[in-house]
């Protein structure tokens, strides 16, 4: 099993940038494929950004693409999420996940508790 923790989050104006961070533990996560989602109040989780075991492979939702960049250090255990050109639309609870499958919806197996993101118009 492995242990999840997001960090970066924050206030930040419109236009400006976020770099989160997700550090695990328990088991390396070069088992797993890993993945970046939010959720903003009432609204249903949903795809950030996902990058396979090896780093080869990555995808974006449209609305973040261009503007976000994942990525991922296996030697450390630690994923990360550089957002650039924030915009309102932006905040919400970002969440690192870890899974046997790269998948492109929240059904990773393992999640961290969430790191909150606000953008200030």
């Known amino acids: 099993q492995v242990q999840l923790v997001e960090s970066g989050g924050g206030l930040v104006q419109a236009g400006g940038s976020l770099r989160l961070s997700c550090a695990a533990s328990g088991r390396t996560i070069s088992r797993y494929h890993m993945g970046w989602f939010r959720q903003a109040p009432g609204k249903e989780r949903e795809f950030v950004a996902a990058?396979?075991?090896?780093?080869?492979?990555?995808y974006y939702a449209d609305t973040v693409k261009g503007r976000f960049t994942i990525s991922r250090d296996n030697a450390k255990d630690t994923v990360c999420l550089q957002m650039l050109s924030l915009k309102p639309e932006d905040t919400a609870v970002y969440y690192c996940?870890?899974?046997?499958?790269?998948?492109?919806?929240?059904?990773?197996?393992?999640w961290g508790p969430g790191t909150q993101v606000t953008v200030s118009s």
């Open positions: 990058i396979s075991r090896s780093g080869d492979s990555t």
């Open positions: 996940a870890a899974g046997r499958r790269l998948l492109l919806n929240p059904g990773y197996d393992y």
